[in-house]
């Protein structure tokens, strides 16, 4: 089992930045891809960005050139900095760990997710 834990999620005007972060713990590993997803209220859940075990990055079309995500290995954590926030960037923020290396796009190869953290962009 792996837990993760998010934070860094609160209220921003529009053009920005927030810096969220993912714990993990239990029996995780160096080898797992990590993602996070986002949900606004009345929508399904969407892919924002995911890094691979080997650092590869992805992102979606609507977050490229205004975040980005890493990972820390020697402290099993994985940010996602936001910066130029726009009022559509409205949702509760998931992370979430595959242990795969393909697909990290898609919520259905991801086995564990956290709670969730609020993400608020006021116009």
């Known amino acids: 089992q792996v837990a993760l834990v998010e934070s860094g999620g609160g209220l921003v005007q529009a053009g920005g930045s927030l810096r969220l972060s993912c714990a993990a713990s239990?029996?995780?590993?160096?080898?797992?891809?990590m993602g996070w997803f986002r949900q606004a209220p009345a929508k399904e859940r969407e892919f924002v960005a995911a890094?691979?075990?080997?650092?590869?990055?992805d992102y979606a079309d609507s977050v490229k050139g205004r975040f980005t995500i890493s990972r820390d290995n020697t402290k099993n954590t994985v940010a996602l900095q936001m910066s130029s926030l726009k009022p559509e960037d409205t949702a509760v923020y998931y992370c979430?760990?595959?242990?795969?290396?393909?697909?990290?796009?898609?919520?259905?190869?991801?086995?564990?997710w956290g709670q969730g953290t609020q993400v608020t962009v006021s116009s």
């Open positions: 979430a760990s595959t242990y795969l290396s393909t697909s990290l796009d898609r919520a259905y190869v991801y086995t564990y």
């Open positions: 239990g029996r995780t590993s160096t080898r797992y891809g």
């Open positions: 890094i691979s075990w080997s650092g590869s990055t």
